[in-house]
């Protein structure tokens, strides 16, 4: 009896701590819940600029479906080597994730690895990245240098602008560029609008070529001089990313497919000009499969084609 009544006792024992461990694991599982949904509530749906010191002076943006970055003087950068390109942050969520990711970035949880809002697999280097402009003289492109300056102008949930100022020497003088960059909720392409100035006055009918790298020909180039784009399409890590320009038909002089044995300087350019005031617009950006807004070669085409119609 003694013998049955400690299993009896044991038995109990073990049931209650199941009971409790169940209870427990179901509070853990609660208090998840509740701690994600305090997250959520946190992450906002915005277009959004940075200045971020803690890394390089880099300067951030973003919008609901894509982000970018360029590097700031901080940033390994020399005459000969224009880290001025623009660089591609592949997110697939919709709320902001810049301020995250640089935080985690502080905390060594890398942004290059995907832990399900995205990452930054693409090389920027000393290519022209997503789209940056370089001065085109003799057939050769001179690229600035980082930027020295940067501004916000309005930054309000639906639509940010900033500028980046750039200063830099070239073989027909003194450069200096204004950038003024916009980007809007809804849009997998940023506006440009640079002012160039040669030796402190307005560089009117200035050659201007902006590039995108097709990373040392990994890419595949495409082009339409009659809509004024060019873009290039490629497999980083299993997903298929779409980088592009769209320029105003009336302004594209010519397009170049430019293959070089130099890394980061194979390109694919479309080559502009400026105004009477020494002003160039365009537009640039991207598409990537993993976010499941492009998901086809041809429907980055379509983009860029459609993005080209509907801003002339």
């Not at 509530?41 to 360029?70: C, G, H, M």
């Not at 009117?204 to 020909?217: C, M, P, R, S, Y």
């Not at 082009?223 to 320029?247: F, H, M, R």
């Not at 302004?251 to 000009?273: G, L, R, T």
């Amino acid at each position: 009896m003694k013998f049955l009544s400690k299993m009896l006792v044991l038995n109990v024992v073990v049931l209650l701590t199941a009971s409790c461990a169940q209870q427990s694991q179901e509070e853990l599982l609660q208090q998840e819940k509740k701690k994600n949904t305090v997250e959520l509530s946190k992450q906002k749906i915005k277009a959004y600029a940075k200045y971020v010191p803690e890394r390089e002076d880099d300067f951030t943006w973003e919008n609901d479906l894509v982000a970018f970055r360029v590097y700031g003087p901080s940033s390994p950068a020399t005459a000969n080597n224009a880290s001025s390109g623009v660089d591609a942050w592949l997110k697939r969520v919709d709320y902001s994730i810049i301020d995250k990711w640089y935080d985690n970035f502080l905390n060594k949880v890398s942004y290059h690895t995907d832990w399900g809002e995205g990452h930054d697999p693409y090389h920027t280097g000393t290519s022209r990245g997503v789209g940056s402009a370089a001065l085109w003289i003799n057939d050769k492109p001179y690229p600035a240098t980082t930027y020295n300056a940067w501004r916000i102008i309005e930054n309000n949930s639906d639509t940010v602008i900033f500028e980046l100022d750039y200063a830099y020497q070239a073989p027909i003088g003194n450069v200096t560029e204004v950038k003024r960059i916009s980007l809007t909720l809804g849009s997998q392409l940023f506006e440009v609008t640079s002012s160039f100035f040669i030796n402190g006055l307005p560089a009117k009918d200035l050659k201007v070529a902006i590039g995108v790298t097709t990373h040392d020909e990994k890419a595949k180039v495409s082009e339409n001089k009659k809509l004024g784009w060019v873009a290039a399409w490629e497999s980083i890590d299993g997903y298929a990313l779409g980088t592009g320009v769209v320029v105003s038909p009336e302004n594209v002089e010519s397009i170049k497919h430019v293959v070089s044995e130099v890394q980061d300087q194979s390109h694919i350019w479309i080559i502009s000009h400026t105004d009477e005031l020494g002003q160039l617009n365009y537009f640039s950006g991207f598409g990537w499969t993993k976010a499941e807004q492009i998901t086809t070669e041809q429907e980055w085409q379509q983009y860029l084609s459609h993005y080209s119609l509907t801003k002339q």
